[in-house]
């Protein structure tokens, strides 16, 4: 199989096959001039873009130093950020795509599909919410999702090959079909050269496996050329995706070492935090005193923010009886849906945070 297929699971009078012919040759990439120096090549990379309203945009070295995030996340919200050409917004809320951002999307969706509904007005997510079908069901977040009435189109992202799971796609398009029955449903996946299963399809349904060596020069062709700050938000994507295969943390902190002349915040990566014991921990504290308490901090992600809830959830019901952490139930709370205000920096950030509560019937 070659490294970029696509599955259609409906006739294709209706849709074209898709791009198995394309090379998956990875593009040099788009370096600063040596005679810009480290200082230049920084300056670019810390300073913030402006978006269309005028609110900063983070710039990647301040991300970078900021929040311990993985590769993915980072390249995730460099992405969206470029996309949307505004502040990285909470999980699961719908934005307008800029119109580069657009422009982008629409060759994004010719390349995975040979169509575009450049046309129609879109809805952008980032940190797609696909709930579960039942209680024991976590459900799942693809990475970025692109919204039409008649039409939801997913993007999983990734930079670590390791970090394919079994089952994930799959599972992202059965979801998918249970919350937008009517819809159209397309799933593109955007990794690093590597095989992966095709998962199973049915009506309405198209995948795309696309390598980010056929997805760079869209993003250099959109945004390369652009003011210094945009070009230093696609130099810091392109300088992750160039270290692919490398020590991440390694390499974060390389990219740091003059951060501080730039008066860049840099977290403490020596505070490795056990997010599960943790969490566990305040259901404790919580079963003593009654009192609702936020998990501050946690995954990079809405679907591991989920299964950490599922996985809290399933510690506390095996836990003493008579104790007092078996009376502590985990939830998710969502800004949009909850009500009240965010308990935690990350609540806040982002819109979502696990919360522990004592049960009234305890």
């Given at each position: 199989?070659?490294?970029?297929?696509?599955?259609?699971?409906?006739?294709d009078?209706?849709?074209?096959s898709?791009?198995?012919?394309?090379s998956?040759?990875?593009?040099?990439?788009k370096?600063?001039?040596?005679?810009?120096?480290?200082?230049?090549?920084?300056?670019a990379?810390?300073?913030?873009?402006?978006?269309e309203?005028?609110v900063?945009?983070?710039?990647p070295l301040?991300?970078?130093?900021?929040?311990r995030l993985?590769?993915?996340?980072?390249?995730?919200?460099?992405?969206?950020?470029?996309i949307?050409?505004?502040?990285y917004?909470?999980?699961?809320s719908?934005?307008?795509?800029?119109e580069?951002g657009?422009?982008f999307?629409?060759s994004?969706?010719?390349?995975?599909f040979?169509?575009?509904?450049?046309?129609?007005?879109?809805i952008?997510?980032?940190?797609f919410?696909?709930p579960?079908?039942?209680?024991?069901?976590?459900g799942g977040?693809?990475d970025q999702?692109i919204?039409w009435?008649?039409?939801?189109?997913?993007i999983?992202l990734k930079?670590?090959?390791?970090s394919?799971?079994e089952?994930?796609?799959g599972g992202?398009?059965?979801?998918?079909?249970?919350?937008?029955?009517?819809?159209?449903?397309?799933l593109t996946?955007?990794?690093?050269?590597?095989?992966?299963?095709i998962?199973?399809t049915?009506?309405?349904?198209?995948f795309?496996?696309?390598n980010w060596?056929q997805?760079?020069?869209l993003?250099?062709?959109?945004?390369?050329r652009?003011?210094?700050?945009?070009?230093?938000?696609v130099?810091?994507?392109?300088?992750?995706?160039?270290?692919?295969?490398?020590?991440?943390?390694?390499?974060?902190?390389?990219?740091?070492?003059?951060?501080a002349v730039?008066?860049?915040?840099q977290v403490?990566?020596?505070?490795a935090?056990?997010?599960?014991?943790?969490a566990?921990?305040?259901?404790?504290?919580?079963?003593r005193?009654g009192?609702q308490?936020?998990?501050?901090?946690?995954?990079?992600?809405?679907?591991?923010?989920?299964?950490l809830?599922?996985?809290v959830?399933?510690?506390?019901?095996?836990?003493?009886?008579?104790?007092?952490?078996?009376?502590?139930q985990?939830?998710?709370?969502?800004?949009?849906t909850?009500?009240?205000?965010a308990?935690?920096?990350?609540g806040?950030?982002?819109?979502w945070e696990?919360?522990?509560?004592?049960?009234?019937s305890?």
């Amino acid at each position: 199989m070659s490294e970029t297929s696509v599955r259609i699971g409906v006739p294709d009078l209706l849709f074209e096959s898709g791009p198995s012919a394309l090379s998956p040759t990875l593009r040099e990439s788009k370096t600063f001039p040596e005679s810009h120096g480290q200082m230049e090549r920084l300056r670019a990379w810390s300073l913030p873009v402006v978006s269309e309203v005028g609110v900063p945009v983070e710039g990647p070295l301040h991300l970078l130093g900021r929040l311990r995030l993985g590769r993915e996340e980072y390249c995730q919200r460099l992405l969206t950020m470029l996309i949307l050409d505004a502040p990285y917004p909470r999980w699961n809320s719908h934005q307008k795509p800029s119109e580069a951002g657009s422009r982008f999307l629409q060759s994004l969706d010719r390349l995975c599909f040979q169509s575009s509904t450049e046309d129609e007005p879109a809805i952008f997510v980032d940190e797609f919410d696909l709930p579960g079908r039942h209680d024991d069901e976590p459900g799942g977040a693809p990475d970025q999702a692109i919204l039409w009435p008649g039409r939801v189109w997913m993007i999983e992202l990734k930079t670590e090959t390791g970090s394919h799971r079994e089952g994930q796609l799959g599972g992202y398009l059965e979801l998918a079909r249970h919350h937008y029955p009517e819809c159209q449903i397309d799933l593109t996946y955007l990794t690093p050269p590597m095989r992966t299963p095709i998962p199973a399809t049915l009506a309405q349904m198209r995948f795309a496996h696309v390598n980010w060596g056929q997805v760079r020069p869209l993003i250099d062709e959109t945004w390369g050329r652009g003011e210094e700050t945009q070009q230093g938000l696609v130099q810091g994507l392109f300088s992750a995706l160039d270290s692919i295969g490398s020590d991440w943390p390694r390499w974060r902190q390389e990219q740091l070492r003059s951060a501080a002349v730039a008066g860049i915040p840099q977290v403490d990566d020596h505070v490795a935090a056990n997010w599960l014991a943790l969490a566990v921990r305040l259901a404790d504290q919580t079963g003593r005193d009654g009192r609702q308490r936020a998990l501050d901090g946690g995954p990079e992600g809405l679907e591991e923010l989920k299964q950490l809830q599922v996985q809290v959830r399933d510690v506390l019901q095996e836990s003493d009886p008579s104790g007092p952490k078996r009376s502590v139930q985990p939830w998710l709370w969502h800004a949009d849906t909850s009500g009240g205000h965010a308990l935690t920096a990350v609540g806040a950030e982002t819109g979502w945070e696990m919360r522990l509560s004592r049960l009234r019937s305890a």
